[in-house]
């Protein structure tokens, strides 16, 4: 039987992170049609590989071993993305070529920018690469902030030319919302030359259920009003907002709220993270066996995000658990809710999203009926099957019949 090659940048199990939770239902969409072959990197914490291999007809896991100061020095020398010398490998490069010849290879799926490069030229069959965002104009923001300006704005203007390379090299090029398409779109020499589909992010809303979890007995029995940012909390977006939390907005919000409390839920804090750990209204958790606990017991779910790419997960699963989420206008993109119904959407103005937040806190009739209805709303438009049902066609057409539809 044909099978599909799926390669990602990280072992897409278990689905407890945004990169993890796209990848691991694209893989089982891709297994649910026949046998897929899965090419990826060990994941940082060492887990999931036993339960990738209940699903894959095959699968290379490699480690990253390589480090990062070499993986720049490679790329400085080959003119490259760091990203790109940082996740090449020529055991799964060799891979790539075993497998595509031994087995019945027919199209080839890729997750995430990175792992384009493992594309053979000369592979004849369909090519559908999911960049999810637009990885480039990520680290352009970040060098208009001061970050690094030279090796960020280096890392955006090559990552640009490499998605654009990979948007001509395959059959279709999905993004993860409309705003990131327009984007990508925007930043392409040559648009007509790709093939750009839209796939956003689902949510698993059996698991991310609020009748399925119990309060977490620190938020549920503690007094005050209790406040919740999840997430992978070394990425660079994540720390940036919770501190932003901490420093600009909570001394706002305990001015109106004073026994108002704010949890950092989520793997790997920074050390500038951990430093705030204990401070008046603050608690830094780390990694926890299970977000949904904190996030059922919160007064409302935070997502001041500056800088974001894509459709975040940490807000559909807040939604999910019937929670009123108070959120930037960046973090909101891509999901099409409505504010003061589904959410609160707040420009990052300390004084004024405080005063939004207090005035939610004061009103619990308005706080449960948003949260009501930011369930409704993710059980109607993000379900995972419904959000990866075009994949399919994407798959099954001929490179010409896909080329003429476009």
Not at 52 to 70: D, N, Q
Not at 165 to 171: F, I, N, S, V
Not at 317 to 346: F, K, N, Q, S, Y
Request: net charge neutral; proline share 7%; glycine share 8%.
């Amino acid at each position: 039987m044909a099978g599909v090659l799926f390669l990602a940048h990280r072992v897409p199990f278990p689905p407890d992170r945004g990169d993890r939770i796209r990848s691991h239902h694209l893989l089982k969409a891709l297994a649910r049609s026949g046998p897929v072959h899965v090419g990826c990197f060990a994941s940082e914490d060492g887990t999931g590989e036993e339960a990738l291999a209940a699903v894959a007809a095959s699968a290379c896991v490699v480690a990253r071993s390589k480090p990062l100061a070499l993986a720049g020095v490679e790329a400085v020398l080959a003119g490259k993305p760091v990203s790109l010398t940082a996740f090449h490998s020529r055991r799964l490069a060799a891979w790539v070529r075993e497998t595509i010849a031994r087995e019945r290879i027919e199209a080839i799926v890729v997750f995430s920018g990175q792992m384009g490069q493992y594309v053979p030229g000369d592979f004849a069959g369909p090519v559908v690469i999911d960049l999810c965002d637009v990885d480039s104009a990520k680290f352009e923001s970040y060098a208009a902030a001061g970050e690094r300006v030279w090796l960020n704005a280096r890392e955006g203007r090559l990552l640009a030319g490499e998605e654009e390379r990979l948007g001509q090299r395959a059959d279709a090029t999905i993004l993860i919302s409309e705003a990131e398409a327009a984007l990508y779109r925007s930043r392409l020499s040559a648009p007509d030359k790709v093939r750009v589909e839209v796939i956003g992010n689902g949510i698993d809303a059996a698991f991310f259920d609020p009748s399925a979890v119990s309060p977490h007995p620190d938020l549920a029995g503690a007094a005050g009003a209790h406040f919740v940012f999840t997430g992978q909390m070394d990425y660079r977006p994540n720390e940036q907002a919770a501190l932003w939390v901490i420093e600009a907005l909570l001394p706002h919000l305990r001015a109106r709220v004073p026994e108002a409390t704010f949890h950092v839920v989520g793997r790997n804090p920074t050390p500038r993270l951990m430093a705030h750990d204990g401070a008046p209204g603050v608690r830094v958790w780390g990694a926890v066996p299970d977000v949904r606990p904190f996030i059922v017991a919160a007064d409302a779910v935070l997502a001041p995000l500056l800088i974001a790419r894509g459709v975040q997960n940490k807000v559909l699963e807040a939604m999910a658990m019937a929670r009123p989420v108070v959120l930037t206008p960046e973090a909101a993109t891509g999901i099409a809710a409505v504010d003061g119904e589904h959410w609160l959407v707040c420009p990052p103005d300390p004084a004024a999203m405080a005063d939004r937040i207090a005035g939610l806190i004061a009103a619990p009739e308005t706080a449960a009926r948003i949260g009501s209805a930011a369930r409704r709303f993710v059980l109607d438009h993000h379900g995972w099957e419904a959000m990866l049902a075009p994949l399919a066609g994407l798959l099954g057409k001929g490179r010409e019949g896909r080329r003429d539809a476009a």
